[in-house]
């Protein structure tokens, strides 16, 4: 079928300016007029000519409303702009961590590899036509664009004047798995459609022990319960859990991905994650059901991940240093060492205590997947995490969440190999309370505002960083509210210089640290649609055993009213409450 290359004028929109995780916007904002082909021409024009002529392009992504459609605009500018093929998940579905295993793993039948992808997700965010619709673009390393990038991206958005579009090219049929075949006038223009699972869950097969973690879902005693909010987690997690493992099917919840993530907020949270918090015994009811043993869940494009134990949650900062202390043992990818390890900024040092006593290297970088990625790809970095539920190791260049299932689900499956038949299984809590007896505890918790004023915050965060000149000031406001908390001996806006490439990242968050290793950091968070979200991450190291099993809401209530007399929350925002806590 041959083809017709148009040229269609256009013009700029305001504010096509990809963040981190790639350009989010509400629906209503994308169906606009040339606004979606406007940033992918935008990102053609950007990228070297060798990465288009020729190449070959991954797009999939959550399969949120929109996602339909967005595939075959981009189908059909690849097609114009010169691509060789693409290669599209079946019904267009891949998870953010199946496209980055696909870009570094999958060889076309003709012995051709990806040389990047555009991945259509708003992550976390709901989905629905009122809701949100977002693009990233990976790289050939599977890792998200670099700034470099993004910006050259940004500005060609702002002068763009036409697109190229093989408008009249036939729609193709992602349902169903198979080759397309067309001609244009570069040439010829392929578009294959692929099992959205296949190649990731043969990586996660040479990653971990399939068989060890069977014998421990198939215990009697050992019971599981997967959520994928109705996200793209759920074309996954039936082939692997199920199928590979051996877990019953009635422990998927949630696993049908839908456009509109059933109505709900695919944030895997305690706040979003209702149904598998209620059946995990961490609900307000009490069913007078038992609980499962491990409960996990995923978002709307299964990168992030939740961990609970039956009625214990283990935070995202626990989860990563856990994973990391008992990674050589318990995961056979790991078994020669690990190379190093990092953190997010605003993620608890539990991390930092473990690398310690494990002579690791480890790293401080700012929030943002790419830090992490520049680190793997010197060889530095084998697991890192953020505190926002996103933990991955340098088996892709982004952040997994079924990985981290499996990680877990490998720990306990270790703890447990001589103990299948006994009286007891090791829990997730008992490992959990051993790893804080061994290191000590980080009480943690992030306080979120959503949606707040975006002037109210930049007016905030500004008077903080007034502040931060006067520590007198500071320690006075302290200890007016709470004189049993310690005195904040250091203050300052998070710079982070990259070991790798040199480049240096400013105004990364404000940290106010204590005489007893406390800390307060306040963040602006990018990833909402609109608005601005003020992230407020509290924390405080215990050492003494005997005060490491307090409730985490109560141990760091001082703190909490510390931070919210300080930073002034309720006069900026208006708001006497977080919308999330966790």
Not at 108 to 122: C, E, M, P, R
Request: charged share 25%; hydrophobic share 40%.
């Amino acid at each position: 079928m041959v083809f017709e290359v148009m040229k269609v004028p256009t013009t700029p929109f305001e504010g096509q300016k990809p963040g981190t995780s790639g350009l989010r916007k509400k629906v209503k904002v994308f169906v606009q007029p040339h606004y979606l082909q406007n940033f992918v021409q935008a990102t053609f024009n950007a990228l070297t000519p060798e990465k288009v002529k020729g190449a070959t392009l991954v797009v999939s992504g959550d399969g949120r409303y929109f996602s339909k459609d967005a595939v075959q605009i981009i189908i059909k500018m690849s097609a114009a702009n010169g691509v060789r093929r693409v290669w599209v998940g079946q019904n267009g579905l891949l998870s953010t961590p199946a496209v980055s295993a696909v870009i570094r793993e999958r060889v076309g039948a003709d012995g051709s590899k990806a040389t990047g992808a555009f991945i259509l997700t708003a992550s976390h965010n709901p989905g629905g036509p009122n809701e949100d619709f977002g693009i990233k673009y990976n790289m050939e390393n599977g890792g998200p664009a670099p700034e470099a990038l993004t910006d050259k991206i940004f500005e060609n958005t702002k002068t763009i004047k036409e697109y190229l579009i093989a408008d009249e090219l036939q729609e193709v049929d992602i349902s169903t798995t198979g080759v397309s075949n067309f001609s244009g006038p570069d040439g010829p223009f392929d578009v294959e459609v692929f099992d959205s699972a296949s190649d990731y869950v043969k990586l996660m097969k040479s990653i971990f022990d399939f068989e060890l973690i069977r014998k421990l879902l198939s215990s009697p005693k050992f019971t599981f319960c997967y959520d994928a909010l109705h996200g793209v987690a759920g074309a996954y997690a039936n082939c692997i859990f199920v199928e590979e493992l051996g877990a019953q099917q009635s422990s998927l919840l949630n696993c049908t991905p839908k456009e509109d993530f059933g109505g709900g907020h695919p944030d895997p949270n305690l706040t979003y994650a209702k149904e598998l918090v209620e059946r995990m015994g961490l609900g307000k009811s009490n069913s007078g059901v038992e609980p499962p043993e491990f409960g996990a869940a995923a978002d709307g494009d299964a990168d992030r991940n939740m961990i609970l134990g039956k009625r214990f949650f283990v935070t995202p900062s626990d989860s990563v240093a856990i994973i990391a202390a008992n990674a050589v043992g318990a995961i056979p990818y790991f078994s020669s060492g690990l190379k190093g390890v990092a953190r997010s900024m605003p993620t608890s040092a539990a991390l930092d205590v473990v690398a310690k006593s494990l002579n690791l290297k480890f790293f401080e970088v700012p929030t943002g997947w790419k830090f992490f990625g520049n680190l793997m790809d010197a060889g530095q970095c084998s697991i890192c995490g953020e505190e926002s539920f996103g933990t991955g190791s340098d088996h892709i260049r982004e952040k997994d969440g079924i990985w981290a299932v499996l990680a877990w689900l490998s720990i306990l499956a270790y703890k447990n190999k001589g103990n299948l038949n006994g009286d007891k299984l090791v829990t997730v809590e008992d490992i959990v309370r051993q790893h804080w007896a061994t290191y000590g505890r980080h009480y943690y918790t992030r306080y979120d505002y959503e949606n707040v004023d975006a002037g109210g915050a930049k007016d905030l965060m500004a008077n903080m960083v007034k502040m931060m000149s006067s520590l007198d000031e500071v320690n006075t406001i302290v200890k007016g509210a709470r004189s049993d908390v310690s005195k904040v001996v250091n203050a300052d806006e998070f710079e982070y210089k990259d070991p790798v490439d040199g480049s240096v990242s400013k105004h990364q968050g404000i940290r106010f640290l204590f005489e007893d290793g406390s800390r307060l950091v306040f963040r602006l968070s990018g990833t909402g649609s609109e608005g601005a979200t003020i992230r407020l991450y509290i924390e405080q190291y215990e050492k003494d055993p005997s005060k490491i099993g307090r409730d985490s809401q109560e141990a760091l209530a001082p703190l909490v009213e510390v931070a919210l007399k300080l930073s002034k929350m309720q006069e900026f925002t208006g708001r006497s409450a977080p919308t999330v806590i966790t």
